[in-house]
């Protein structure tokens, strides 16, 4: 799957270039500012969302260079932990789930995850 993302209001003739350049077998991820079509159905390798306008407002677009200031930082040496208590439960070696704590498919009311009584 690709993606596709664009500010811009999108016609049925974009995505009908978008979609034979994707072509039979793939699929394609639209995202855009608006669109004016009113049949997505009738471009099936391609999945259109629109970019909600929260997003559009806290983003900066049209901006091609997104570089990082990349840090060298000191490694630091792990100290070993002597008290094993500080570690989580499932850390110490014990074996077996921890009994205070509920199984994913456990019913309220219920012990296990099997019915009571």
């Known amino acids: 799957m690709g993606l596709h993302v664009t500010t811009q209001t999108l016609t049925r003739e974009q995505f ?3 979609s034979d350049e994707v072509g039979e ?3 394609l ?3 855009c500012g608006a669109f004016r079509v009113k049949n997505l159905d009738d471009f099936p390798n391609l999945t259109v969302k629109k970019i ?3 997003v559009m407002n ?5 901006k091609d260079d997104y570089s990082l200031e990349i840090r060298n930082l000191q490694v630091r040496e792990m ?3 002597e008290d094993q208590s500080e570690l ?3 850390a110490r070696g014990k074996n077996g789930p921890d ?3 509920g199984t994913l498919f456990a019913l309220p009311g219920a012990k296990g995850g099997k019915k009571n009584g």
């Open 79 to 81: 100290e070993p932990i």
């Open 16 to 18: 009908q270039r978008l």
């Open 88 to 90: 989580p439960s499932n």
């Open 29 to 31: 991820l639209v995202m």
């Open 25 to 27: 077998g793939r699929i």
């Open 99 to 101: 009994p205070k704590q």
């Open 52 to 54: 909600p306008k929260a």
């Open 58 to 62: 806290r983003c900066e677009w049209g």
